[in-house]
């Protein structure tokens, strides 16, 4: 499972996954309440600094903050008429500084430890949750995102070869049906492979 | 070998009646079930390790009856269905040969041994870390057949294994269920896959019509065809 | 099967369900507007898990694809992911109004089975797809924008004529689905009518 970690051996790639989303939510609530400019240079000053340890490829962090600056384009000329420059601008550089952070730590967070943080989270509610089944539906789903994704493919092209475009019901309708019955398929595979074992 | 035991066994998904009072004994080594589409063979052998109950009757195996007995008797038999992909269920290849014995609670360090001579036996050491997905469809089926005996069963049944795969592929699995020491019970529509096997059945509308060698079998079955 | 563990059956329609969530919003998302939230298929994937699941199955299988996004795999749609868009992204609130979303559709869909009635079924599928989404959705815009809440909802009427579109077409496919393949969802009006559930894997081979 890759997904949009960068891989390392940085402090920051090595810290404990708990750890780390600590930090994360500190870190973006402190940035949430920030009032004065200097506070939000020097914040952002230190998760620049975090990117530069962690050697995050420029490419990659600007991949990861892109979106949300096309948001602010449109977004602050609206505030400032609104709320005045001065409020635009913090309001958007405290945006910018949080969604660097939390983009830091999923760009050195692998899959597996974060959904093995997640599951740990879940612990305290192992009376109602059983966590090996979520294990393994979660190992299940990244397994069957390739199958559905065929199955979406296959019915684009076999409506492209058919000449019937446009409409979403043509290809709704034969995704999810072809889609329930991999599902039974599966549930069968499933059960003849001792998941009830 | 194993024995399976049909007695008086019928089944209707609804209205439909897809099985008729079915009585066999199955002790061969290598068994093969042909019959049209539609015919009952996929659901007779979907019974054999429980995944459709019989609407009556009884089957077992070494008398284990499937309908009480579901849990033991799929650890004695191993089941491979026609489409590889419907049976992968973990991500990559390793993970998926491992699951089987992960529900058998085995030891870590067993786990990892036997699935590594599983990946060496199929020929897919080399794709051991490799998203199963990316294989290709004679892989797939390999990963099929290797995430099923690394799990040692007793018998293995395969409901049409080598449909969906080109001529090639089909005959290296062909090969593969020929050689294998356990029982092994295949539906198919490829005579070519049942060359040396001690018995083959044809069904017909939910009942037994040829049961003997493969060469009266297939007669038979070729004539029901004309 | 206690009604605790899951089935083998229902853990591959959470599986599938969550995969088809993910898939729909591979064709790329689409911006409309002034404060861009990308629009796409993955809330008809929402609204469908609802309405052909139901609410529990449906439930699991909205929040495994959240929790896989949110864990960092580039599910959402345009290859985003990662926590960001949970916690303090302009879409995050929509994000969770999906679980609120799948949850309302599935409950009110068990109680339309098996007649499921067209305007009825859209009114369902448009309490939960729309107006419990936009419930969660604008107002964490405003937050998280700094805005007041009336530009949050004027922004977010550009989704609405693609939202409605979608609350329409989930109706007419779950219409169709449910009359071929009945037994997704135990319809919720009678009083369940004891134990005619078939058994989990009896279903029909293909052959």
């Known amino acids: 499972m890759i997904g949009l970690y960068s891989p390392g051996r940085s402090v920051v790639h090595r810290a404990p996954t708990l750890l780390k989303l600590v930090l994360l939510s500190v870190g973006v609530v402190v940035i949430g309440v920030l009032q004065q400019p200097w506070q939000l240079a020097v914040a952002a000053l230190v998760v620049l600094t975090l990117f530069v340890i962690a050697r995050i490829p420029p490419r990659a962090a600007v991949a990861q903050i892109a979106p949300i600056l096309w948001m602010l384009v449109i977004v602050v000329p609206i505030q400032g008429l609104l709320a005045g420059w001065l409020v635009a601008g913090l309001m958007a550089g405290r945006l910018i500084t949080a969604v ?31 966590a090996d089944r979520i294990g393994l539906l979660v190992a299940l789903t990244i397994r069957c995102i390739p199958l559905v994704t065929e199955i979406v493919t296959e019915v684009l092209e076999a409506r492209r070869a058919r000449g019937t475009r446009g409409s979403v019901m043509a290809l709704a309708v034969p995704v999810v049906v072809r889609s329930l019955y991999a599902a039974d398929a599966l549930g069968e595979a499933l059960v003849a492979r001792g998941l009830d074992d | 070998m194993s024995t399976i035991t049909f007695d008086a066994v019928s089944h209707a998904f609804g209205e439909r009646q897809v099985l008729r009072g079915i009585d066999l004994r199955l002790t061969e080594h290598r068994i093969g079930i042909v019959g049209a589409n539609g015919s009952g063979k996929s659901t007779l052998v979907r019974m054999i390790n429980g995944l459709v109950a019989p609407s009556s009757g009884t089957v077992s195996v070494d008398g284990l009856d499937v309908a009480k007995k579901a849990r033991e ?18 991500p990559t290849v390793q993970e998926d040969i491992a699951f089987t014995l992960r529900r058998r609670g085995l030891s870590a360090e067993e786990i990892t041994q036997r699935t590594t001579a599983a990946l060496h036996r199929f020929g897919l050491a080399g794709h051991a870390d490799h998203p199963a997905h990316l294989l290709s469809g004679g892989q797939k089926q390999l990963l099929a057949l290797a995430a099923v005996l690394v799990a040692d069963p007793k018998v293995l049944v395969a409901d049409e294994p080598t449909t969906l795969l080109d001529a090639r592929n089909a005959r290296h699995i062909g090969d593969l269920l020929r050689s294998m020491s356990q029982q092994v019970i295949v539906v198919t529509h490829q005579f070519a896959l049942l060359e040396g096997f001690d018995r083959v059945i044809v069904i017909e509308h939910g009942a037994v019509v040829a049961d003997g060698v493969p060469e009266d079998s297939l007669d038979a079955y070729r004539a029901l065809l004309a | 099967m206690t009604n ?37 298929f993955q809330t008809l994937g929402v609204m469908l898990a609802g309405a052909i699941l139901g609410a529990r199955k449906g439930f699991f299988a909205v929040a495994l694809f959240l929790a896989l996004a949110a864990a960092g795999l580039p599910l959402l749609s345009g290859g985003r992911g990662g926590l960001l868009w949970f916690t303090i992204s302009p879409s995050t609130g929509y994000l969770y109004g999906w679980l609120l979303a799948v949850v309302v559709i599935g409950y009110l869909t068990a109680r339309l089975l098996p007649k499921y009635p067209f305007w009825p079924a859209v009114g369902a599928t448009a309490l939960g797809g729309v107006v419990a989404v936009y419930l969660l959705g604008i107002p964490v815009t405003a937050i998280n924008l700094g805005l007041p809440l009336w530009v949050a909802i004027f922004d977010s009427a550009k989704f609405l004529p693609g939202d409605l579109l ?31 559930a078939p058994a989990q894997v009896d279903s029909a081979p293909t052959a």
């Open chain 1, 100 to 130: 660097a952070l939390a983009a830091l730590f999923t760009l050195t967070t692998t899959v597996t430890s974060v959904l093995e943080a997640f599951q740990r989270m879940l612990r305290p509610f192992g009376r109602w949750i059983d």
């Open chain 2, 73 to 90: 008797v799929r650890r004695l038999v191993g089941f491979i269905f026609t489409n590889p992909d419907n049976q992968i269920v973990m």
């Open chain 3, 166 to 196: 979608k609350v329409v077409v989930t109706v007419l496919v779950a219409r169709q689905v449910h009359r071929a393949y009945p037994g997704l969802i135990a319809p919720l009006a009678r009083r369940s009518s004891s134990g005619t």
């Open chain 3, 4 to 40: 605790r563990t899951l089935a083998a059956r229902d853990l591959a329609h959470i599986a599938i369900f969550a995969a088809l969530i993910a898939a729909l919003g591979l064709p790329g998302a689409l911006s409309i507007g002034a404060v861009a939230v990308p629009i796409t």
